[in-house]
């Protein structure tokens, strides 16, 4: 247990370096030497762990959907209703961007990462599991008809799609205030869904 726990500990620190390498520069500029460095850590330390900076690249970004996925789970297992459950979704993820910057321009800048051959089934299996309790959260909505039978990317897309790209934007330095995107984005989404499960409601009937 003693040497899990040391292990883990390791790999903790070389995430935390290779984060603040990413904060340096773009994710496709940082080699695994200059994580080791940044770590202060031997190199067979490295590579017990990480065969290459792929996996470091994809273990972080595993990590950093750890974290924000527990953000959002806690937040919108709280919603009740269609409209709260979109609403708080959004707002959630803004408060998880704006608290963790760091983490999510690395989080953004990491998606031709997260797509490349070999990782992006494996990750995307994870998020699913990670997301299981929101999925569930929501199923019932979906079944009464609240909420439009989408799948989960369907529900990426149309809810965060917009949010996604103001942040982004946001954590380039594009000049996007903050307050308007925690009042407009929120609502945008809900508008956005409301139509959508509008119009499955007329197609029905």
């Known amino acids: 247990m003693a040497r899990r726990r040391d292990g883990l500990l390791r790999r903790d620190a070389l995430l935390d370096a290779a984060l603040v390498c990413f904060s340096r520069a773009n994710v496709l500029e940082i080699g695994i030497e200059q994580v ?17 900076m792929q996996q ?8 950093t959907f750890e974290r924000l996925f527990a953000h959002l789970v806690a937040r919108v297992r709280q919603a009740r209703g269609a409209k709260a459950v979109v609403t708080t979704l959004v707002a959630a993820h803004l ?3 704006l608290a963790h910057r760091v983490e999510a321009r690395f989080m953004y800048q990491a998606t031709a990462v997260e797509q490349s051959p070999g990782a992006s089934e494996a990750l995307g299996l994870r998020k699913a599991e ?20 989408w799948s989960t990317l369907q529900f990426d897309v149309v809810v965060l799609g917009p949010t996604h ?16 995107m925690e009042v407009e984005l929120p609502e945008l989404a809900w508008r956005a869904v409301d139509s959508a499960r509008r119009r499955d409601k007329a197609a029905r009937d």
């Not at 470091?56 to 990590?63: F, V």
């Not at 309790?133 to 979906?142: E, S």
Request: hydrophobic fraction near 50%; proline fraction near 8%.
């Open 165 to 180: 790209e103001a942040c982004r934007r946001f954590l380039a330095g594009a000049p996007l205030d903050v307050a308007w």
């Open 56 to 63: 470091i690249t994809l273990a972080l970004l595993e990590r």
């Open 36 to 52: 080791r460095r940044e770590a202060g850590a031997s190199p067979s330390s490295v590579y017990n762990l990480f065969e290459s």
């Open 95 to 97: 408060e998880w961007v």
């Open 130 to 149: 990670m997301l299981a309790p929101l999925t569930a959260h929501v199923a019932p909505l979906v079944a009464s008809g609240a909420l439009p039978d």
